[in-house]
């Protein structure tokens, strides 16, 4: 795994070995920032995120790359959020990262209260636990998200999730490879940037 862009390009970062994490591969990272950042280059700087199921914080460490203020990575499993800390450490981040090592519902009821300042949430749980992204969207819709905050669900390309949650609703999906992208917006809102 590579940084695509910004900073820290091509720096390498640390995986995990074997099926338990799977990290976002390279080529649908840089997807997912073309689309973030179509006609606005600058478009991420100070940005705040939210990686949720951040495995070894791949797209979370891009945003950082790119310019984001602030990250929160959030990751259950202990030897995961163990190599984010350490691919933290090699690239010399010390500030604007917070790595959580929670599941995503302990992590949420924390964040509550930032959550307004929060414009990019990513989330990536493991494919075969698709309750998981119908969870983890139907809370973040009840949440008090910013009214431009953006939300980028990876999954399986076969797996279609919903179109509509609470007030979250879908305005794209890309799909590359078995993978893809879902984006959900707050709903009732006239002026949205525009995602690519």
Do not use: C
């Not at 640390?14 to 600058?42: H, K, Q, W, Y």
């Amino acid at each position: 795994m590579r940084i695509i862009a910004g900073k820290f390009r091509s720096r390498r970062l640390r995986s995990m070995p074997g099926l338990e994490i799977r990290p976002t591969s390279d080529r649908l990272r840089e997807t997912l920032f073309d689309v973030l950042t179509a006609g606005n280059p600058g478009a991420l700087e100070g940005s705040v995120w939210l990686d949720l199921y951040a495995g070894t914080g791949t797209v979370g460490i891009e945003a950082v790359s790119r310019g984001a203020a602030m990250v929160y990575f959030v990751e259950s499993s202990r030897r995961a959020a163990e190599i984010i800390h350490r691919n933290l450490g090699e690239l010399g981040i010390e500030s604007g990262v917070r790595v959580w090592l929670h599941d995503a519902n302990a992590a949420l009821r924390e964040l509550d209260g930032k959550l307004a300042e929060v414009d990019f949430i990513f989330l990536d749980p493991p494919y075969r636990v698709r309750d998981a992204y119908r969870g983890t969207l139907s809370r973040l819709s009840e949440l008090p998200l910013s009214k431009t905050a953006v939300v980028i669900a990876e999954h399986e390309k076969r797996f279609e999730l919903g179109e509509k949650f609470g007030r979250l609703e879908k305005a794209r999906t890309l799909e590359q490879g078995d993978a893809a992208l879902s984006f959900y917006r707050v709903e009732g809102i006239l002026e949205k940037p525009a995602l690519g």
